[in-house]
């Protein structure tokens, strides 16, 4: 069968390897599994449902809720009727989702819990459109109703409708998380989509037909929603589970692969340097040399006997345990949606887990490029290299430009911003890199350089992301624009710092106290002093203020993607970034 449409790949599994466990997820303490001839069935009953209560081809229907089976069988029913789903982030405020669900005009929505249904029901206002949740819910509509009420549908009249969609029809609209401002709809059709997956096949080649993959991020965003795909395209098993429990999942699926974001490995490597402190004697020594082992491998580098020979005893004694935490089987995982510190990733690659950091946005659907699952051609710091059929280049002011198939058909209603950003067939991705020998570096967004009263640019990501290799820094901003020099607000990583103070001698009380603590002031100092380095005399972070707490997306900190919301963080730390600048350095 020919991949044109994005329902095609399921129909593509049936034929040549269906699985037992084509879409599984948790039920209290069980797994639930569908079976891929069961997903078929279901999502024909859903298609009957949906037509007998007035959608069709070209409506929008939303969905407001957290990964799950019953997410990706409303999405394929949709899909093969010809309507548009119009996903939505759980963490979304009312007034975001109002604004998406008028500007869509949708005729239907589904909901995943209760708390998700009041925000829909408020969003919604005066709209009329009908709520379903995926769960039960007192007072509202189950989707079980509407699978009931396509049971015993035409199969031929469905079958004849699948066959007529296009493959340049548009099948979702996803709002993008607005860092700068109101979201715009991104139109995606199954073109799109389709040589997104196509080309991810051909990028990672990873077996067929083997393997399981957990899927943890959000399906509202095109990043895992492409993966799931991806995934049922090389017949592997999809798992659903939420990031809370990502622990026992990785027990229970004992996962091959899967999606991440930066601040999930993060966490993770949190977790394992703390382990450090529960050891004593000669067992913590042992550990923390693994530990820095890890931290400074690198895949490229051509072993001598004598690394071989540390490398295979730290896999022994430390890395097996490691790779024994997360189910014992995990071997490839795609990074994307922010930077990833390069101590993370050289980690997983000493661990034996190799680490694909991968680059994209909405508007491709979305990777662009990623590095390969190959210890020879793997750049960490990079994001690797454009994927099949993507070409990439770069504006003479270092902007970067993408043309090809994945390229979105443009904004929902926003024609004149859709001509501002595809110009002459290349998309405008607002982001500055460089492009080496085939390798794409992202060096920041286009619209975050800022200017400093001296008439130098900086770019303050590629600062951030360099200060947040230290062990002691969880999140930083850096400031200044239109100011002599660079500052920065930094969240610091309150567990390294409780574990330093103990170390120090110093009692700890509570973050917020240790943030205005001068010692710890001090500590924060010196690692942005250390970092410094790096750059140049006009970049470097002359001052810091620290933040007594990790921004957020439930504070509207950070965007549904965990990127900074630049304006906001400005806004609500305004003191202290004017205090950052009363007194400058000599």
């Not at 798992?239 to 692969?257: D, I, K, N, W």
């Not at 295979?312 to 890395?319: E, N, R, S, V």
């Not at 920041?444 to 002691?472: C, W």
């Not at 603590?517 to 970049?539: C, D, M, T």
């Amino acid at each position: 069968m020919k991949l044109e449409r994005a329902f095609d790949i399921l129909y593509r599994q049936l034929e040549s390897h269906p699985r037992a466990d084509c879409l599984s997820a948790r039920k209290g303490k069980q797994w639930v599994k569908l079976s891929t001839p069961e997903v078929v069935e279901t999502i024909n009953r859903v298609s009957h449902g949906f037509l007998r209560l007035g959608i069709g081809r070209g409506d929008r229907v939303a969905i407001m809720a957290d990964n799950s089976i019953e997410w990706v069988l409303v999405d394929l029913a949709l899909q093969q009727i010809g309507a548009i789903s119009v996903p939505i982030y759980p963490t979304v405020t009312v007034e975001d989702a109002s604004y998406i669900l008028m500007h869509a005009d949708v005729k239907m929505a589904f909901v995943g819990n209760a708390s998700q249904h009041s925000k829909v029901h408020e969003a919604l206002g005066r709209m009329s459109s009908p709520i379903y949740s995926f769960t039960d819910i007192d007072g509202v509509r189950s989707w079980r109703e509407i699978e009931l009420l396509g049971d015993g549908g035409d199969d031929v009249m469905l079958a004849a409708l699948r066959d007529s969609i296009r493959a340049d029809e548009v099948f979702t609209i996803i709002y993008t998380s607005g860092t700068t401002g109101r979201s715009k709809g991104v139109m995606l059709s199954h073109r799109n989509l389709v040589s997104t997956v196509v080309a991810i096949a051909e990028h990672t080649k990873l077996p067929v037909g083997t393997l399981r993959a957990l899927s943890f991020l959000p399906l509202s965003h095109i990043f895992e929603r492409a993966g799931v795909y991806y995934y049922m395209s090389s017949c592997t098993g999809v798992y659903f589970a939420g990031v809370e429990q990502l622990s026992s999942a990785m027990q229970e699926v004992r996962p091959h692969t899967f999606s991440a974001v930066p601040r999930v490995l993060e966490k993770l490597h949190d977790k394992l340097a703390g382990k450090a402190t529960e050891l004593t004697g000669s067992k913590q020594k042992l550990y923390k040399w693994a530990l820095e082992l890890a931290e400074n491998y690198d895949p490229n580098a051509k072993l001598g006997l004598w690394q071989k020979a540390q490398l295979a005893f730290a896999d022994k004694m430390i890395f097996s345990k490691w790779r024994a935490a997360m189910g014992g089987e995990l071997k490839w995982v795609n990074v994307g949606s922010a930077a990833l510190q390069p101590r993370l990733a050289r980690l997983l690659w000493a661990a034996g887990i190799m680490v694909a950091e991968g680059y994209g946005m909405t508007e491709c659907s979305p990777v662009i490029s990623a590095d390969l699952f190959d210890p020879a051609r793997v750049r960490i710091g990079s994001v690797g290299v454009p994927m099949p059929h993507c070409e990439v280049k770069i504006a003479e002011d270092g902007e970067i430009l993408v043309r090809g198939p994945n390229v979105m058909v443009g904004y929902y209603k926003e024609p004149e911003q859709t001509a501002e950003t595809i110009i002459d067939g290349w998309l405008h991705t607002g982001d500055i890199g460089k492009l080496e020998d085939g390798v794409l570096t992202i060096t920041d967004r286009k619209k975050e350089m800022f200017k400093t009263s001296n008439g130098k640019y900086i770019a303050p990501q590629v600062i951030e992301n360099k200060l947040k290799e230290s062990a002691f820094i969880d999140q930083v901003m850096v400031v200044g624009d239109g100011q002599k020099y660079a500052a920065a607000l930094i969240v610091p990583l309150f567990e390294k710092i409780k574990e330093w103070c103990s170390q120090q001698g110093i009692a700890y009380t509570s973050d917020a106290e240790m943030a205005r603590n001068p010692k710890v002031q001090a500590l924060i100092e010196r690692e942005v002093k250390r970092f410094n380095r790096y750059f140049g005399s006009w970049e470097h972070v002359k001052k810091v203020a620290l933040v007594d707490r990790a921004w957020c997306v439930d504070a509207g900190e950070l965007a549904p993607t965990l990127k900074l919301r630049r304006k906001v963080i400005a806004q609500r730390c305004s003191a202290l970034i004017e205090r950052l600048f009363q007194h400058h350095p000599a």
